[in-house]
T-cell receptor, first 119, second 115 residues
Framework: AQKVTQAQTEISVVEKEDVTLDCVYE???????LFWYKQPPSGELVFLIR??????QNEISGRYSWNFQKSTSSFNFTITASQVVDSAVYFC????????????????FGKGTKLSVKP | ETGVTQTPRHLVMGMTNKKSLKCEQH?????MYWYKQSAKKPLELMFV???????ENNSVPSRFSPECPNSSHLFLHLHTLQPEDSALYLC??????????????FGDGTRLSIL
């Protein structure tokens, strides 16, 4: 069965600190996709990144970086030099690629990690 | 126009009322989704529509009734709801290609409160 675990419920840091949000997933599929979304207080989920199971290269986008390790089934997210605007709930999600018209694309979300960045 | 628009943003209704949530996407996507977000629970997928056809119904109670008249619009009709149905209801859309899973784009949600 698919499952996404975000063990950290809440994290509080002071501005300019680096912070890592953990994500561990379970799936039996060999082909799958992992996502991170940000949910600010306004409610909308903002897409941050998609990674497929065949691409283990780590990615950096500005202050954001992601570390994908299939050996430990983890897809961790690091924010460098955090800012107050980074305060939000962050969700990790998993989707299996089971074929067109099936459950492909259906996202399984973790419970989210609430990040508070204080000035 | 923002990518995915949901109305209303907030809704308070009694258990015997009938109301509808509306979602509209301006991204040219072919798949749309309804999710429920309750406090202390992960986001739960409720319904999926691909090319206007419902392909997934995650054991959602019949008091929730989806409608997808075209690939840009999605409704969630509500009737005889229970207090535990109070939640944030999120709509999303994506462009399903059949060869890879694309990111879903979400609306701001409708905050529903059942009295």
């Amino acid at each position: 069965a698919q499952k996404v675990t975000q063990a950290q419920t809440e994290i509080s840091v002071v501005e300019k600190e680096d912070v890592t949000l953990d994500c561990v997933y379970e799936t039996r599929d060999t082909t799958y996709y992992l996502f991170w979304y940000k949910q600010p207080p306004s409610g909308e989920l903002v897409f941050l990144i998609r990674r497929n199971s065949f691409d283990e290269q780590n990615e950096i986008s500005g202050r954001y970086s992601w570390n994908f390790q299939k050996s430990t089934s983890s897809f961790n997210f690091t924010i460098t030099a955090s800012q107050v605007v980074d305060s939000a709930v962050y969700f990790c999600a998993l989707s299996e690629a089971t074929g067109y018209g099936g459950s492909q694309g259906n996202l399984i979300f973790g419970k989210g990690t609430k990040l508070s960045v204080k000035p | 126009e923002t990518g995915v628009t949901q109305t209303p943003r907030h809704l308070v209704m009694g258990m015997t009322n009938k109301k509808s949530l509306k979602c509209e996407q301006h991204l040219g996507h072919n798949a749309m989704y309804w999710y429920k977000q309750s406090a202390k629970k992960p986001l739960e997928l409720m319904f999926v529509y691909n090319f206007k056809e419902q392909t997934e119904n995650n054991s959602v109670p019949s008091r929730f009734s989806p409608e997808c008249p075209n690939s840009s619009h999605l409704f969630l009709h509500l009737h005889t709801l229970q207090p535990e149905d109070s939640a944030l209801y999120l709509c999303a859309s994506s462009q399903e290609t059949g060869t890879s899973v694309q990111p879903q784009h979400f609306g701001d949600g409708t905050r529903l409160s059942i009295l």
